[in-house]
């Protein structure tokens, strides 16, 4: 994976407001090249030291890493969530 790639996505990851989430697919459009899993796969292998728990699947699921933390996590950040621990995605998305 391409360093350039990597730096970029976390970038992004940082700029993420607490309280806000992202999704894998929209850090990838901004990233401007791959998808949603480069972005996963990225947030996989470099994430630890960003806020990875505010990116969030398309359909509102958090991240199910570190322990299943993320929804702790957001729920600090005062972030809704909806049924099943889902991320009101629409409501909470960084445009």
């Known amino acids: 994976m391409d ?6 996505v976390l970038a992004l990851v940082e700029d993420v407001p ?4 992202t999704t894998y ?4 459009r901004a990233v401007g ?4 899993r480069q972005v996963g796969r ?3 292998l470099h994430g630890d030291a960003v ?3 505010r990116v969030v699947h ?3 699921r958090p991240a199910t890493c570190h322990g299943g933390t993320a929804v702790d996590r957001l729920r600090e950040e005062g972030v809704p969530l909806m049924a099943r621990g ?3 995605v629409r409501a909470t998305e960084v445009s």
């Open 3 to 8: 360093d350039d790639y990597v730096e970029a």
């Open 18 to 21: 607490a309280g806000r989430v």
């Open 58 to 60: 398309a359909d509102g």
């Open 51 to 53: 806020p990875w728990w």
């Open 42 to 44: 990225v947030m996989a």
């Open 33 to 36: 090249t791959g998808g949603p």
């Open 25 to 28: 697919g929209a850090l990838a």
């Open 86 to 88: 889902r991320v009101d």
